[in-house]
């Protein structure tokens, strides 16, 4: 293949990125359709499948756009929050609140797409992941020097998991969540719980 043909298609790529990014922005993964898409990218729909294999690659590539977007929001707010661990996860979860609410469609869009049955997520986009967890592991590492390596990384998906859980429902509007108005507070409050809690079983240790 020839440069000529790979900038091409890597030109088209982009481009079938740009438009399925803006469509899933404006009306969800459930109204993104590949005619639609190619359509408006101005291909064929035959060229979406040279370009980027099929529909559910070309939602990964808009998935992984958006984490690598929310990785460096994520960043960004820890880098005000002084030096206590218990700030950063504060910062970080007000951050990760914020960016679900501003970005609210394309951020549902990283846990509502799932692949067909028997297809396994392309390593790539696995290491994209990362962005949830990374910020977490140091200032846990400080609030839990007991935990390393393997258990480390578990306690920073588990406390994610913990934050990500209360945003979820509240945004999703179920039944079970908090308004949306409350929010922001009950992820703090939720935060300051876990800290409270690490400083207990410290003390309760000894440390």
């Known amino acids: 293949m020839s440069n000529k043909t790979e900038e091409k298609r890597a030109e088209l790529r982009m481009r079938l990125i740009d438009v399925a990014e803006a469509q899933i922005a404006a009306r969800g993964l459930g109204g993104l359709k590949a005619r639609e898409v190619t359509a408006e990218a101005g291909c064929a729909l ?3 499948y040279n370009a980027v294999q099929d529909l559910d690659t070309l939602v990964l590539h808009v998935n992984s756009r958006t984490l690598a977007r929310l990785g460096a929001a994520l ?3 820890c880098q005000g929050a002084g030096e206590a661990p218990e700030d950063v996860l504060q910062a970080l979860a007000a ?12 951020w ?14 392309p390593d790539w986009h696995k290491r994209d992941h990362a962005v949830l967890i990374e910020e977490i592991i140091a ?7 007991d935990l390393a390596g393997e258990a ?3 306690r920073a998906r588990t406390t994610f998991a913990a934050v990500h859980g209360v945003v979820q429902l509240a945004l999703q509007g179920r039944f079970v969540g908090v308004p949306e108005e409350s929010l922001a507070d009950e992820v703090a409050a939720l935060v300051s719980a876990m800290t409270r809690g690490t400083h207990l079983l410290r003390a309760g240790t000894g440390e």
Do not use: D, Q
């Open 95 to 106: 951050g990760y609140v914020a960016f679900a609410r501003e970005n609210r469609r394309l």
């Open 46 to 48: 035959g060229a979406l």
């Open 108 to 121: 549902s869009a990283l846990f509502e797409h799932r692949l067909p049955e028997g297809v396994e997520t």
């Open 75 to 77: 960043h960004a707010a």
């Open 152 to 154: 480390l990384i578990m």
């Open 139 to 145: 200032p846990l590492a400080h609030l839990r020097p």
